[in-house]
C-alpha cells in the first residue's frame, strides 16, 4: 500500500492547539471550582448535658408565662420611667399584682430547676437563637415580683425574688454563646436593680443568708473567653452548614448587596473562610483570658472582607462591669450584715472573711488587688477603679449614676472615666 504520511495543515495544527487550550481551560476550571468548594473539616463539640438539666425547667417555667404585656409595663410603672406617650396603657397596681400571681406557677417551676446544673443546649446554626428571649421575659418578671414586694414592705421576699434572678441570669451563662451571654448580664442588672434599694431593710439573719446566698451565685459566672469559645464554635458550625446549602454563594451576593465585593463571593476559598475565623475567634478568646488592665486592643478583622463578614468585634467591657457590679453588691451585703451584727463597720474588708464572706472579692478593673474600702464618717466607700484602671479616691464616674428628676443618665462604658461606686454608679 502506498503511504499516506502526511503533515498537519496550518488550520489543523491550530484546532489541535485550541483544542488541547479548551480541554486544559476546562480541566482546570473544574480543577479550580473542586479545590474552593472543598469542604473544610472541622471538629465541633458537642457538651455533654446534664440530666436532669436545669435548662429544662426554665424552658417549662417559660412556657407558663402569662401577662406579659402588663408585666413589661409594670417594669416602667414600678421604676418610675413611664414612656411618653403611654396615656391609657399604664397598668394599675391591681393589674401587675394580678400579673405576679398567674406567674405563681412559672416562678415556682423556674425555682425548681436551681437545684439542678445548666447547661445550655448547643447553638449550631446561623437560624438558632437559643431561649434567652424567654429567660429575659421571666427576669421581667421576677424584677415585678421583688418591687411589688418591696412596695409592701416585704424585704426578704423582694431580696428572695432579686437573687432568684440573678441565680437565673447566671447559671443560663453555662454554655451559651455571645448574645446570649450578653443578654444574660442585661437580665441580671434587673435582678440587682432592686437589691440595692432593699438591702439596708434585711434583718441580720436575713442580710447574712442573702449575702452567702450572692456569693453563691456570683460563683456561677462563666468567663467571657469561655463564651467567646461557645461563640466560635457557633460561627464554624453555621458556616458549615450554609457551605453544604446549595447556592449559598449567590446568596451570600445577594445579601451583601450593594457592597463592591460581591464578586468575591465567587472565588473565596471555603477553608479560607473558615481558618480566618477560627484565627479571628482563638486571638479574642485568648485575649479575654487577660484580665481587663492587661487585655491587648482587639485584633483586627480579617483582611478577606467575605471572612469579616462572619466576625464580631466585641470587648470584654459588659461582662467585666457585670462582674464588678455582682462583686460591689455582695461586699456591700457583707458588710450590712456585719454592721447589723457588730453595731460598726470593720476597719477593713478582711474582717469580713470568712464570717461573712469565703473571701475578699477582687476588682475586676483593676490590674490586681481587692475593692477598695474606706471608712467615713457617715459609713464607708466602696469603689473599683473602673474601666480606665486609675485610683481617683472614690470620686464617682458621671457616668452610670442613678439619674435624677430632669437629669439625663450616662451609661458606663469602656471609656468611662472615674470610680465606679457602690450604690451610685449602679448602671
Known sequence: MARTDRTLTKGEKALSWWVAVFVAAVLGGWWWWTDINRMPEVAI???????PNALDYYLEAGSLLTDQPVIQGAVHVLGGDIPKGWAGLVPTIARIEAAV??????????????????????????????????????AATLHVEAELCRHRGDAAGAMRSGLDCLEMALSSQRGCALLAGIETCSDEALGRKTLWAVYRQLSARNIRTSARRLE????????????????????????????????????????????????????????????????YMDRCTANARRPYAYKLPLPPLPENPISRCFCISYGAFWHTHADMQANLLLVALALRAYRVEHRRYPASLSHLVP????????????KSGPLQYTLTKTGYLLYSVGPDGTDDGGTPSRDGQVPSAGVGMLTLGSSSKGDIVAGVNVW
Open 45 to 51: 463539640p458537642d457538651p455533654v448535658m446534664p440530666v
Open 101 to 138: 400571681t398567674a406567674n405563681g406557677p412559672a416562678i415556682a417551676r423556674l425555682r425548681e430547676g436551681f437545684q439542678y446544673p445548666y447547661q445550655a443546649e448547643p447553638l449550631r446554626s446561623f437560624r438558632e437563637y437559643g431561649p434567652q428571649h424567654i429567660f429575659s421575659q421571666m
Open 216 to 279: 453563691r451565685i456570683n460563683a456561677m459566672r462563666v468567663p467571657y473567653a469561655e463564651i467567646l469559645e461557645e461563640e466560635k464554635w457557633h460561627r464554624l458550625a453555621g458556616l458549615m452548614e450554609r457551605f453544604a446549602t446549595p447556592g449559598w454563594r449567590k446568596r451570600g451576593c445577594r445579601d451583601f448587596v450593594p457592597n463592591t465585593f460581591q464578586w468575591q463571593f465567587w472565588v473565596v476559598k471555603k477553608r479560607d473562610i473558615i481558618a480566618d475565623v477560627t484565627q
Open 355 to 366: 464570717d461573712y464572706l469565703s473571701a475578699v472579692p477582687q476588682d475586676a478593673f483593676a
